[in-house]
């Protein structure tokens, strides 16, 4: 079955600094890939999507890359703010089915 | 404002008492899907549906089962509940490519 992987549990960066996330599928490309943001208690808000055939997007701080022959995608926050401290999901679409990794839990330190 | 609605948000139960989780949307979503959260593993699919009376198995159904009778509503139902389904559940409402999370019901079987 599809697997998606969140190498880091845990990053810890001081502000101002870029937050890179990783995110790796194994198998079959995903038609796209989604980013979550999730804070302690809430459910998951929607960040970004990524389609199979697009190499990066951007929203305002944000970037994400999809690179099908590395079989990841990255998530980029630039001049990174306490604020930005959350669990990081990415989650890919495969027909009707989602599958998520298990987060990465960002910590932006003062 | 667009919102999907669980309830109750936290519920302790005993071995093989029944319940029911609801889950409503405002957005007259077709899709909507039913996932569990555990550390480490992540969200994990148990039931999705693609419309009224279309429903179909994630990658976890075992011991749960779901009714779409209605286009806003979509509960999640545990017939006999057991302690290795103590988790986080969320619901989810799916618009063209976000997914549009609920608050989460934390389920403690006992």
């Known amino acids: 079955s599809q697997k998606i992987e969140q190498n880091s549990e845990a990053l810890n960066i001081q502000e101002g600094k870029t937050a890179t996330l990783t995110c790796n599928y194994t198998n079959y490309s995903p038609a796209y890939l989604q980013w979550y943001r999730q804070d302690p208690g809430r459910g998951p808000v929607f960040l970004l999507l990524?389609?199979?055939?697009?190499k990066e997007k951007r929203k305002e701080r944000l970037k994400v890359t999809f690179d099908t022959t590395l079989k990841q995608s990255l998530f980029h926050i630039t001049a990174s703010q306490p604020a930005d401290s959350a669990t990081y999901l990415c989650?890919?679409?495969?027909?009707?089915?989602?599958?998520f990794g298990p987060g990465t839990r960002l910590s932006v330190l003062p | 404002e667009a919102q999907v609605t669980q309830n109750p948000r936290y519920l302790i139960t005993v071995t093989g008492k029944k319940l029911t989780v609801t889950c409503s949307q405002n957005m007259n979503h077709e899709y909507m899907s039913w996932y569990r959260q555990d550390p480490g593993l992540g969200l994990r699919q148990i039931y999705y549906?693609?419309?009224?009376?279309?429903?179909d198995k994630g990658d976890v159904p075992e011991g749960y089962k779901v009714s779409r009778k209605e286009k806003r509503n979509f509960p999640l139902i545990l017939e006999s509940p057991s302690p290795n389904q103590t988790s986080l559940y969320f619901c989810?409402?799916?618009?063209?490519?976000?997914?549009?999370f609920g608050p989460g019901t934390r389920l403690t079987v006992l």
């Open positions: 989650g890919g679409n495969y027909g009707q089915n989602f599958v």
């Open positions: 990524i389609r199979e055939n697009e």
């Open positions: 549906s693609m419309n009224v009376e279309v429903t």
């Open positions: 989810a409402s799916i618009g063209r490519y976000e997914q549009f």
